[in-house]
């Protein structure tokens, strides 16, 4: 396989500390899509890394901006408004992770992960556009084989539902469903700035070698950007300082 021994024995030290809480734990490597790292808790559970579905929340709002970006909705220094609730066609949507009500730019509330800007901003996607951002980053992409794992699973984002559906999808919830490593790839998609099939096997089909589909250069570089806000400004500050070079990333709720 592509496990390195070295990141796979530091992914599974990671994890630990979570006791009986669930955790998986995914490392890419960004230059060549391989996978260095696999790691779940508890150890004797299930592969959740690779075949759990799970909700991404607003781990998913990498995915949504690459929409607004390419629709050309907003940019980084739009003002953009984050009330402390939204409701759309009668439910009520609040924000989780420090959303303030008051006037922000884009940017901020995407550091901040405001859930009520993002469905905002939302109202001018059509039914296909989120479903055809997730797969240009890699969730919902057809790269299962190339990982040998029984019920692997790359992501589900379906088309979307005008009103409640779009609202929700856009802030990860609704119907859509990631496993951690498809979340993963779609961060490395954004490091490199193109998606990249991720590999696992070094024979069969894992052995030969993806082509790279390019994202678009600015979308990606404002991506990486708003990501790397997440963390010197925002809901992952935790990460500041961190070993190893500069981090970027998305929260998720």
């Known amino acids: 396989t592509t496990l390195s021994p070295a990141v796979q024995s530091a ?7 979570a006791g009986a809480v669930p955790a998986a ?57 984050c009330p402390a609730t939204i409701t759309v066609n009668g439910k009520s949507f609040r924000n989780f992770e420090g959303g303030e009500a008051d006037t922000a730019t884009f940017a901020r509330n995407f550091a901040i992960s405001c859930n009520t800007a993002f469905i905002a901003l939302a109202a001018g996607l059509g039914p296909a556009d989120l479903s055809t951002s997730a797969k240009a980053l890699g969730i919902g992409a057809e790269w299962a084989p190339r990982i040998g794992v029984e019920g692997t699973f790359v992501g589900s984002v379906p088309e979307t539902q005008p009103g409640i559906d779009l609202a929700a999808s856009s802030i990860g919830q609704g119907r859509i469903e990631v496993s951690p490593l498809s979340v993963a790839v779609m961060a490395g998609s ?34 990486r950007a708003l990501m790397g806000k997440v963390v010197t400004e925002g809901s992952g500050g935790a990460l500041l300082g961190a070993p190893g070079g500069t981090v970027a990333g998305k929260t998720g709720t």
């Open 11 to 17: 992914a599974e030290s990671a994890l630990l500390g």
């Open 25 to 81: 734990l995914v490392a890419i490597d960004v230059p060549t899509g391989e996978v260095l790292a696999v790691a779940n808790s508890p150890a004797d559970g299930m592969n959740r890394a690779l075949t759990g579905r799970y909700a991404p929340g607003s781990a998913f709002k990498i995915a949504s901006t690459h929409a607004f970006l390419t629709k050309k909705l907003v940019t980084p220094e739009t003002p953009e408004s």
């Open 190 to 223: 954004v490091a490199r700035g193109a998606f990249l099939p991720p590999t696992l096997l070094k024979s069969g089909d894992g052995a030969r070698a993806g082509s790279p589909a390019a994202l678009d250069p600015a979308v990606a570089d404002t991506l």
